[in-house]
């Protein structure tokens, strides 16, 4: 089965640093999607960034970018310039591909606290 | 447009009863996905629904659990003799599968069981 591994509970940045949060998986798969969700207390999960696995290039949705090692089953978020409002609890998932849409898998999450 | 709802915001019920929370996707969403999210945890698939197809019912933690989409839109999650360990938050999620492989979630309910 697939698992995805979040080994940091919780983390802590200054306001308008930058920080890496850490995801690892496990596939067999070749074709599959990761993502990363934020969920802040209002409990509402926002997709923050998507990766398809057969891309090369690494995802950038403005101030948040992966960095993605398919080799190392590898798929870290790093958000530049810290805001307040980035404080939240962060979830990597994976999804398999071709037409696999049943299930997401999803890590057990990081807190992020944003300090001013 | 108005995104995935959910009802009852909060939901407290005492051990041994029926509750039933309700999921409203978004608009044309093929597919809705119901998780469970116990205090601190990640989210546990629970059940998913595609189109006409039969659900994939494979997390579903006990008998206890069902759950229906009517029409292909609506869902009801239906968990029988609540006990306390099915306290947590409910979310529910739906995707438009041709275009993209991204879930819309809802608010969530938030289940209390004494």
């Known amino acids: 089965a697939q698992t995805v591994t979040q080994s940091q509970p919780e983390m802590s940045v200054q306001e308008a640093e930058t920080v890496t949060l850490s995801c690892t998986y496990d596939?067999?798969?070749?074709?599959?999607?990761l993502f990363w969700y934020k969920q802040p207390p209002s409990r509402q999960m926002i997709l923050v960034i998507r990766?398809?696995?057969?891309?090369?290039q690494n995802a950038t949705e403005n101030r948040f970018s992966v960095n993605f090692q398919k080799a190392a089953k590898s798929f870290s978020l790093k958000i530049s310039d810290s805001q307040l409002g980035d404080a939240a609890m962060y979830f990597c998932?994976?999804?398999?591909?071709?037409?696999?849409?049943?299930?997401?898998?999803f890590g057990s999450g990081t807190k992020l606290n944003v300090k001013p | 447009g108005a995104g995935v709802s959910q009802s009852p915001s909060n939901k407290v019920t005492e051990k041994g009863k029926d509750v039933e929370l309700r999921c409203d996707p978004i608009s044309g969403h093929t597919a809705l996905y119901w998780y469970r999210q116990s205090l601190g945890q990640g989210l546990e698939f629970l059940i998913y629904f595609q189109g006409n197809s039969a659900p994939d019912k494979s997390g579903l933690p006990s008998d206890r659990f069902s759950a229906e989409r009517t029409g292909g839109s609506v869902s009801t999650l239906t968990i029988q003799r609540t006990q306390q360990e099915d306290s947590a938050v409910y979310l529910c999620a739906s995707s438009l599968l041709v275009q993209s492989y991204e879930q819309y979630f809802g608010p969530g309910t938030r289940l209390t069981v004494t």
């Open positions: 990766q398809e696995a057969y891309k090369q």
């Open positions: 596939t067999s798969e070749s074709d599959y999607y």
């Open positions: 998932a994976y999804q398999k591909g071709l037409g696999n849409f049943n299930k997401f898998y």
